[in-house]
């Protein structure tokens, strides 16, 4: 097999082979003006790439479907979109060497799951994906301001949500264990080292005060963890989430990293993120010397978020449904 995708640390080279250039020249002969020719020859090179680079991966897409494979369309408008089964349109903007900037024409400033910036080499021979960006406010996107291919990936091959109301019921997802199994001394005698604080956690613009999550206290609420394994660092954590009823129809919700495998410690410049349902952080918090990072928060039945705990370039996110 010749083709091969190549890693470096976030991005991804794929060589443009001569099945690629056919499919690009084709377009391009059927263009009248000169220099949209070159720039539909351009595109075409882009959407091969990030096509090969997911359908490799396993993500299923549709380029006949898509606008930048429809010669009609590559007339009218200037775009570079790729169609992702079921779920949208991802645009894929080649970058010439050199630039710093990814351009995006007015017509494809909307309307999209996301735009990924692939830098084409001189010689047309190559196309790496430098990384994406999920909406766009301007007219043109810094390389610097890309992220990271990684999370494209998280974003278009989601995972279960886990249902968190399920678990007042004692319907718990696969992976997600009793305290007691993951953490040891028990949870309870620790609950005082790995306590955040008594401040209070600010979101959906409401103020809740922070709340151990117990099932001997008067509310009544349930929590369970997880083992998280950071391969490339040969780290371990345990992640912990905790879902406490309040007034119809709130509950509140703790989220913790612990230490395993008789570490006192995280492992240094850990993160913790909450994100919304945009994939947007909205909390976070970063180990230093620390036993372990702790986030609460509210929200109500129906509401998606997930959890994501990064170190380095590696990452594990989970999604969740209250």
Request: aromatic letters at 8%.
């Amino acid at each position: 097999m010749t083709n091969i995708i190549t890693t470096d640390c976030l991005t991804f080279t794929v060589p443009l082979t001569l099945k690629a250039h056919h499919r690009a020249q084709g377009f391009h002969s059927q263009q009248s003006n000169l220099e949209q020719a070159k720039r539909v020859y351009l595109n075409t090179l882009a959407v091969y790439a990030v096509n090969f680079y997911l359908r490799c991966l396993g993500i299923e897409t549709d380029l006949e479907a898509s606008d930048s494979w429809n010669p009609v369309m590559q007339i009218l408008a200037n775009t570079a979109d790729l169609v992702i089964k079921d779920q949208g349109k991802l645009e894929c903007r080649p970058v010439l060497p050199g630039e710093e900037v990814c351009r995006l024409p007015p017509e494809v400033c909307s309307n999209r799951i996301g735009y990924v910036a692939v830098q084409l080499n001189q010689q047309l021979t190559e196309a790496k994906l430098l990384g994406f960006i999920p909406t766009v406010a301007a007219e043109a996107i810094s390389i610097s301001k890309l992220r990271s291919l990684e999370e494209l990936l998280e974003r278009l091959n989601p995972q279960e949500l886990v249902p968190l109301s399920r678990w007042l019921q004692n319907a718990f997802a696969p992976g997600w264990e009793a305290i007691e199994t993951l953490l040891f001394p028990p949870q309870e005698e620790l609950a005082f080292d790995f306590r955040s604080g008594s401040q209070a956690i600010h979101f959906r613009n409401h103020t809740y005060p922070t709340t151990n999550v117990s099932q001997n206290s008067a509310i009544v609420g349930v929590k369970r963890g997880k083992l998280l394994h950071l391969e490339r660092f040969g780290e371990q954590v345990a992640l912990l989430v905790g879902l406490v009823p309040q007034a119809a129809p709130t509950m509140d919700i703790s989220v913790e990293v612990y230490p395993t495998g008789g570490q006192t410690y995280l492992p240094r410049e850990l993160q913790l993120m909450v994100l919304d349902q945009k994939g947007e952080a909205v909390m976070q918090a970063q180990a230093r010397s620390t036993k372990s990072i702790q986030l609460e928060f509210s929200g109500e039945p129906g509401e998606h978020f997930s959890v994501k705990v990064a170190l380095g370039d590696v990452s594990i996110t989970e999604p969740f449904l209250i």
